[in-house]
């Protein structure tokens, strides 16, 4: 095993055993329903579905639909992690490769990325504390900005950020999605 492989593994199960501590004590009228269930009302494509099973696969088998609202925010949250880093490092020691343009996208990239990341924490916190004032206005927001990020990508479609972002889009979806099914659309 390679020394990226065996981070990349280590990581992954990082995840999933924080991903398994999330506990809700039970919020007032929200659904309780399986992880298939829920995959299922929230996807509105093969992707999606994809992501979701992937995202939720240590959730409780039947659960708060919260936990696996918490739990995408959470995935939404540590992959914008992930991409932020990711800009940052190919902005780096002032990067003399980059075009002009590239280094403005991925500065523009590393806002929005903050922006998006404060915002699916706030969502955690608010629906850890059964509150839904504005998680679904916080998350739509988180949305915009990974999406802007995409905006400012599209003339580097080489550049690996590129990808990231398109996965990014998918999880910033999710969890809107998941977190609809307690609040509504």
Not at 30 to 42: E, G, I, T
Request: glycine share 6%.
């Amino acid at each position: 095993m390679t020394r990226a492989s065996a981070t990349g593994f280590l990581a992954a199960v990082a995840m999933a055993l924080a991903v398994a501590a999330v506990v809700v004590d039970g919020c007032d009228n929200v659904p309780s329903m399986s992880m298939d269930d829920a995959c299922l009302k929230a996807s509105t494509s093969q992707p999606l579905l994809a992501l979701c099973h992937g995202e939720l696969l240590n959730a409780p088998e039947s659960g708060e639909v919260t936990v696996y609202a918490v739990i995408s925010a959470r995935w939404a949250q540590w992959a914008y992690e992930a991409t932020s880093r990711a800009a940052a490092g190919l902005l780096g020691n002032n990067n003399a490769s980059l075009a002009a343009g590239e280094r403005a996208a991925y500065e523009a990239c590393v806002a929005r990325y903050a922006s998006a990341k404060a915002r699916v924490m706030a969502v955690q916190t608010q629906l850890l504390e059964c509150s839904y004032a504005s998680p679904k206005q916080e998350l739509i927001d988180a949305r915009v900005d990974v999406e802007a990020c995409g905006g400012e990508l599209s003339r580097f479609a080489a550049s690996p950020l590129h990808a990231m972002n398109a996965d990014d889009q998918l999880k910033a979806t999710l969890a809107y999605e998941l977190t609809g099914l307690i609040i509504g659309k």
